[in-house]
């Protein structure tokens, strides 16, 4: 019998599955497999085949993702080096809210 599996990585992130390949009473050997990103992949179980493993993998950052973090950062340490007042944390609040939706679009 063989069961038809389906790894979707459409969603965003590349997939790692990991197979043990063998039948019984012979060596077996670990295969790694990666579903990248906005593909689909089937994987065929039979005797002597096994999935021990499914995990998503972190999705690289972009080199523009990496620069707008850098950027926020150092501005952001910038402004915590002139002090502290409640006009600086909504300054420091509103930077880290920038980053975030500049690198979700880039990321997206």
């Known amino acids: 019998m063989t069961t038809k599996v389906t790894v979707d990585a459409r ?3 590349p997939v790692e599955v990991k197979t043990i390949v063998g039948e019984p009473n012979q060596d077996k050997a670990e295969q790694t497999h990666i579903v990248e990103l906005n593909t689909v992949r089937d994987f065929y179980i039979h005797s002597g085949m096994s999935i021990i493993g499914i995990r998503e993998l972190d999705r ?3 080199p523009a993702a990496q ?3 850098d950027d ?3 501005f952001h ?3 915590t080096s002139l002090g502290n007042s409640r006009e600086l944390s909504i300054a ?3 930077i880290e809210e ?3 939706w500049a ?4 990321t997206a």
Request: glycine share 8%.
């Open 72 to 74: 926020g950062l150092a």
């Open 98 to 100: 920038a980053v975030m």
């Open 103 to 106: 690198v979700k679009h880039i």
């Open 60 to 62: 690289p950052a972009a």
């Open 67 to 69: 620069k707008l973090k």
């Open 92 to 94: 420091k609040m509103k």
């Open 11 to 13: 969603a965003g992130w």
């Open 77 to 79: 340490d910038y402004l």
